[in-house]
């Protein structure tokens, strides 16, 4: 179950580019390097970066090539960081020059719609082209070129609110084309961005809960077992570590219920509260738990604070009461019933 003040900037261009067989490069067309978020909507740069390949060649056939992008260090200004994840590129369209036919569109290439960036990982915006770089012609020394345009897109959201008005952040993406066999056709690094977030204005966006709860397969049909003569003294219990996962963008608490009004077996009953149920936070979970005995209501077993998106792990411990007069008369065989977890806004 379960996005002013303004600054005169300017930035040397630095390419570094690597000639590759048949004359084809790999360069470094034009970009915008500034972009202000005045808003919890975040922004745009419809022109953000333009790359191309060239070659003076009247015979070339790449199949299967990629381009990736990379950051070359994270978003800082020293003393606060940008969330890479917040930045993404999308394709806008291609234009150039080639024979036969005509330059490959987003749709032939097979490229992406969003690409998000990654802190320290390289991600592809075209992970492995469907149509070729090509060209076959008679005409000597033939000037192929082919540009690739994308817009830049900083995500909105309530993040924006940690820093202050008139900050800066600078980021340095790389970009590196590859051909079939992975070998490296060009590299270019293009020069620093500038992303400034201005005086946000507008109300704090809150976000859309949303939630997920999971049982581990192993935790999916508990048993306790009363085997001795202790056991029905000293009571029983059994745990399944990291078997309840929940994973909250908001705050949260779990609660649990029984469907049956009792535990059942083919001829007895027994009542739902011989039993206590609690959840032990595993790791660095920092949420609150509530032992319960086991019942129809609805009961509070856990509460917490956002994960973040991460996923948070509980043990789930089971337990019997002990020298309880119910089990002690009960008739011998397995009795059971079933457990609903459900994670809702706290």
């Known amino acids: 179950m379960m996005n002013k003040k303004i600054y005169s900037l300017f930035f040397g261009i630095i390419c570094s580019l690597q000639l590759y067989a048949q004359n084809l490069t790999f360069e470094y067309q034009s970009s915008q390097n500034y972009l202000q978020i005045n808003s919890y909507s975040g922004n745009t740069a419809e022109h953000a970066y333009v790359v191309k390949f060239t070659a003076n060649t009247s015979s070339l056939n790449v199949p299967f090539w990629k381009i990736s992008v990379r950051l070359a260090q994270p978003i800082t200004n020293g003393n606060l960081t940008f969330p890479a994840n917040k930045i993404s590129l999308q394709p806008t369209g291609t234009e150039g020059q080639t024979v036969p036919g005509s330059i490959p569109t987003i749709g032939q290439i097979g490229m992406p719609s969003n690409v998000t960036l990654q802190e320290g990982s390289e991600v592809f915006l075209v992970p492995q082209s469907n149509a070729p770089l090509y060209v076959n012609t008679t005409q000597s020394g033939y000037y192929f070129n082919f540009h690739l345009k994308f817009r830049m897109v900083v995500e909105g959201g309530a993040y924006l609110a940690q820093f202050p008005a008139w900050t800066d952040f600078y980021a340095n993406l790389i970009f590196t084309a590859y051909d079939q066999h992975n070998a490296i056709i060009g590299t270019i690094e293009p020069g620093p961005w500038n992303f400034q977030i201005g005086n946000i204005t507008g109300t704090i966006p809150t976000p859309t809960p949303q939630f997920s709860i999971a049982i581990d397969g192993s935790a999916s049909n508990a048993l306790l077992e009363f085997k001795t003569k ?34 059942t077996s083919y001829n007895d009953a027994l009542p739902l509260d011989i039993i206590q149920l609690h959840l ?6 920092t949420a609150t738990v509530y032992p319960i005995w086991l019942s129809t209501n609805h009961q509070k077993i856990a509460s917490g604070n956002s994960t973040q998106g991460a996923p948070t792990f509980f043990d789930i411990n089971y337990a019997s009461k002990s020298n309880d007069a119910d089990l002690i008369t009960s008739q011998s065989g397995q009795y059971s019933t079933t457990l609903v977890y459900e994670i809702t806004p706290l």
């Open 230 to 263: 202790s056991d029905y003294i000293n009571g029983v219990s059994v745990s399944y570590p990291n078997a309840l996962v929940v994973n909250a963008n908001t705050d949260y608490q779990v609660r649990v219920k029984s469907i049956y009004g009792s535990f």
């Open 280 to 285: 032990t936070p595993s790791n660095d979970n």
